[in-house]
Every structure is written in C-alpha cells, then in structure tokens.
C-alpha cells in the first residue's frame, strides 16, 4: 500500500512538471540588437517545438527565448530548417499561408476576447494582426491586418542550420489597442500567450512551445494559451 501511494505521489508531481503551462520571461539588462544574429542573446532557449495539438516530435527542431525591460518585449526563435520555403515580401503579407514562418500570440488580460499575431519570416516579412471575437464563445474572430504595433521591430537572417529571428513589441504601443486592458508589465505580471512555429517541408507541420491538450486543430484557441509571466 505504501508503495502504491508513493508512486502515485510521483506520478502526480511528474504530470504537473509536463503539464506545466507558465514560461517565465526574465527581465534583462543587456542592450538588444534586432538583427537576427543571436550572438549576443543572453537569455536561455525553451523548447524544442513540438506539434501543437499532439505533443508529438516535430521534425525539425525550434527554440524560443523571451526577455523585457521596462520598455519592450522580445523574442528570438532558432529553427532549424534544411529547406527554407518563402520569399521577401511586403510587410503585413499573409505569408502565414505560404512561408516557413514562427509566431508570436499574445493575450496580456487573458479574457481570450482580443489578442495579438506577429509572424516573421526567414526573409523579414512580418505583420502583426489583431483578432477579435465575434462570437458568443469566441468561435468566430474578427482580424485585422490594418492594426500596426508602432516601431515594432522583426528581423530575421539565414543560417547554416536554418533561420533565426528576434522580435521587439514595444509595451507603449500595445496599451493603446482599445478595449484591450493592456498595461506595460511588473514583476510578477502574467500574460496568456504561445509561440508557434509553421514548418512547410515535405510534411506540413505546426508546432508550438506548448501543445494544446484538447487535440483540436490550429493555433486560435485562447483558452489553452500558456501563461507568459515576467520575473526579475
């Protein structure tokens, strides 16, 4: 019996630590230059990606690591790819159906009733979407490409292994979304959001830092968002 009691006991700790859906982001100090060279990115990487409604290995690795100042948020992504699919094209393009590209979702009040897309490019093209539900249980959304997160910056370059991309979301820019309830953060302020990653190699894939538990299909569901909070 005592045995049996401490193997559930462990059984239970284990699946919290899988489960666990908090990514901490650390505050930095360190100037943060938005070039896709990752040379001097300090803070450590998460992941690899895994296929967003399985858990199950993606084929190509990916990594993510997130960082703040009192500023701006940023992220970088490193993704291995051995055949980049895409192109150089204008801003706001919707290469999201066409290009290898990783993402960024973010929900700062977690109501899942508005939220942020940026994407990027292994070439640069990015655009930022606002998405708004439409619906009485956020089964439809509203989405606008018109919405520009002012001096955001995305920058990507081309690798041995693949590609890497670093992000900068200035928090000035985000308190100004209406209805949106976004505030610059504190230490120990907690956002809803995830990092995704589309993978268009002889196997389509879509990936993200956490998978969703309910199996369903696509990155859109708020409500399975992991929480983003940000530590000293």
Request: glycine fraction near 8%; charge should be negative; hydrophobic fraction near 35%.
């Amino acid at each position: 019996m005592k045995l049996r009691c401490l193997l559930y006991f462990i059984l239970l700790i284990w699946s919290r630590t899988i489960y666990s859906q908090t990514v901490s982001i650390s505050k930095t100090a360190e100037k943060i230059n938005i070039d896709g060279d990752l040379s001097d990115w300090k803070t450590p990487f998460l992941g690899p990606f895994v296929i967003h409604n399985s858990g199950e290995k993606a084929n190509q690795n990916t990594f993510v690591s997130l960082s703040w100042n009192d500023e701006n948020l940023y992220i970088a992504y490193r993704s291995n790819d051995s055949k980049i699919i895409g192109t150089n094209q204008k801003k706001d393009s919707g290469i999201f159906n066409t290009d290898d590209l990783v993402e960024i979702f973010i929900d700062p009040d977690g109501d899942g009733q508005n939220y942020i897309e940026i994407g990027v490019n292994a070439f640069s093209t990015n655009y930022d979407m606002l998405l708004k539900c439409i619906s009485a249980d956020c089964g439809g959304w509203k989405t606008s490409m018109a919405f520009d997160i002012l001096e955001m910056e995305a920058k990507s370059k081309i690798t041995s292994e693949g590609f890497c991309a670093e992000i900068k979301i200035p928090f000035s820019s985000l308190e100004k979304i209406e209805n949106g309830n976004f505030k610059k953060p504190e230490s120990g302020t907690k956002w809803r959001g995830n990092a995704f990653r589309i993978d268009y190699g002889q196997t389509t894939e879509y990936l993200a830092l956490q998978s969703y538990k309910s199996g369903k299909f696509g990155f859109h569901q708020p409500q399975e968002f992991a929480t983003f909070e940000f530590v000293e």
